[in-house]
Nanobody, 128 residues
Framework: QVQLVESGGGLVQAGDSLRLSCALS????????TGWFRQAPGKERDFVAVLGGGIEWSDSTTRYADSVKGRFTISRDNAKNMLYLQMNSLKPEETATYYC?????????????????WGQGTQVTVSS
């Protein structure tokens, strides 16, 4: 059974950093696209970052939402089957529940309907 469990959320101030983690189990995730989406109250779930499938994470294709480019970094530890999202210079408008996700395929997509597996989410609150 495929499971994704996020952790690392919390309350931070604007400009602070936070690293989210996602523990992946049920299969070897290095060959599948894995990523992060977020959803603020009353809004749709938005794409944040995704990492394509590959033997070494550094060789995998990455894509970021324009709003987070240069501030967020997605990475994966294949040995530990873990996915990370390093978030720097956080903004109040980035307050949301952040979800880890994976799909059955190595190609990356930025639409949430392309992903089959989801974690329960971790709350990130950025105060001004």
């Amino acid at each position: 059974q495929v499971q994704l469990v996020e952790s690392g959320g919390g309350l931070v101030q604007a400009g602070d950093s936070l690293r989210l983690s996602c523990a992946l189990s049920g299969r070897t995730f290095r060959t599948y696209a894995t990523g992060w989406f977020r959803q603020a109250p009353g809004k749709e779930r938005d794409f944040v970052a995704v990492l394509g499938g590959g033997i070494e994470w550094s060789d995998s294709t990455t894509r970021y939402a324009d709003s987070v480019k240069g501030r967020f970094t997605i990475s994966r530890d294949n040995a530990k089957n873990m996915l990370y999202l390093q978030m720097n210079s956080l903004k109040p408008e980035e307050t949301a529940t952040y979800y880890c996700t994976s799909r059955s395929g190595s190609v990356i997509y930025t639409t949430d309907t392309s992903y089959e597996y989801w974690g329960q989410g971790t709350q990130v609150t950025v105060s001004s």
